[in-house]
C-alpha cells in the first residue's frame, strides 16, 4: 500500500503478537489440567455411552445399580437399597415395580421382619445384568482408551479409592455431629 506522501506502508492486521499468543495458550492448556474442567467433561462423555448402554433396561442407569447391587448381596430390604443408592425411597418402589414387571427382580417378605420386602433377583435378570454389564464394559473402555492397561488400572483403583471416601465423607455428614466414626 502506498502513501500519499509515496511511501510504502504496511497494512493494519488483527492477528495477535507473537507475546500475545503464547500468553493464551498457556491458559488453555492450564484449563485443561484443572480437575474442575476434565472431571466433567470426561463424566457427560462416560454417562452418554453408559446410558446408551442401560437405556433399554427398565429404570436404565437407576436399573442397572439396583441389578447390580442386589446381585453382590449387599442390601436387599427396599429401604437399604434406597439408602446405598441415593433414590428417593417412593421412587424405588416405582423402579422396583418396573424392574418386577419385567421380570428382573421379586420382591419376597423378610423372614426377619415381615413389614419389611427383600429383593432378589432373577435369572432373567441375572443375564440381562451381564449382558448389560459388558455395554458399560464396552463404554469404559471408550472411556480409558487414550490409557495404557497400567494407567487405566490404576486410575480405576484411584478412582474407587476416591469414591469410597466420598461416600464415606457424605454418610458422615448426614449421619450428623453426633457419630463418634466420623
Known amino acids: ?10 497494512r493494519v ?10 500468553q493464551a495458550e498457556p491458559a488453555a492448556c492450564e484449563a485443561e489440567a484443572d480437575l474442575g474442567w476434565s472431571l466433567p467433561i470426561a463424566t457427560r ?18 436399573g442397572y445399580l439396583v441389578l447390580a447391587t442386589i446381585s453382590r448381596d449387599l442390601p436387599r430390604s427396599q429401604l437399604a437399597l434406597a439408602h ?7 421412587a424405588m418402589t ?6 418386577e414387571a419385567a ?4 420382591r419376597h417378605p423378610d423372614p426377619c421382619d415381615r413389614r419389611a420386602r427383600q429383593v432378589v433377583i432373577t435369572r432373567s435378570g441375572a443375564a440381562a445384568l451381564k449382558d448389560h454389564s459388558a455395554r458399560l464394559a464396552t463404554a469404559t473402555g471408550r472411556l480409558l482408551a487414550p490409557l495404557s492397561e ?13 469414591a469410597r471416601a466420598a461416600r464415606a465423607s457424605a454418610d458422615c455428614q448426614a449421619a450428623g455431629p453426633a457419630d463418634a466414626d466420623c
Open 103 to 106: 421380570g428382573l427382580v421379586e
Open 13 to 22: 492486521t488483527s492477528a495477535r503478537p507473537p507475546a500475545a499468543k503464547a
Open 84 to 90: 446405598l443408592l441415593g433414590v428417593d425411597k417412593t
Open 150 to 162: 497400567r494407567e487405566a488400572a490404576t486410575f480405576r483403583d484411584m478412582l474407587e479409592r476416591i
Open 94 to 99: 416405582y423402579l422396583l415395580d418396573e424392574l
Open 45 to 62: 462423555a462416560f454417562v452418554q455411552w453408559a446410558h446408551e448402554a442401560v437405556a433399554d433396561l427398565p429404570g436404565d442407569r437407576r
Open 1 to 10: 500500500m502506498t502513501s500519499a506522501a509515496g511511501r510504502r506502508t504496511s
